[in-house]
């Protein structure tokens, strides 16, 4: 589950969506949390899929510390895509902030 306090928003053309804070969000604060309707696929299951949705994997979901393929459902897929993000991905199924947003 998102930061409540967070908007999907169009950054440009190059980049296209991102999730931005809509209010101060401090460093050490939980900004996503994997929950119940998110989806964990294995390897096997994303390989058997038509390519349509190979790409979408690939796009849109990351990996486990099981090495599965976890899509969420809401705009946590557009996080973190940065090589220099906010937050930090944990062992722990959520993400922290490390610095001020």
Known sequence: ????KTALKFI????GYGVVATEFIPAG?????LDDLDRAFTPD?????????????DT????NNKGNFVLCWDNGRFVNHSFR??????????????RDI
């Open 1 to 4: 589950m998102i930061h409540p």
């Open 12 to 15: 440009n053309d190059s980049i």
């Open 29 to 33: 604060t939980i900004t996503w949390a």
């Open 45 to 57: 299951a994303v390989k058997a899929m038509d390519s349509v949705y190979k790409n979408i994997m």
């Open 60 to 63: 849109y979901s990351y990996r």
């Open 85 to 98: 993000a906010n937050c930090l991905t944990t062992a722990y199924d959520f993400e922290i902030a490390i």
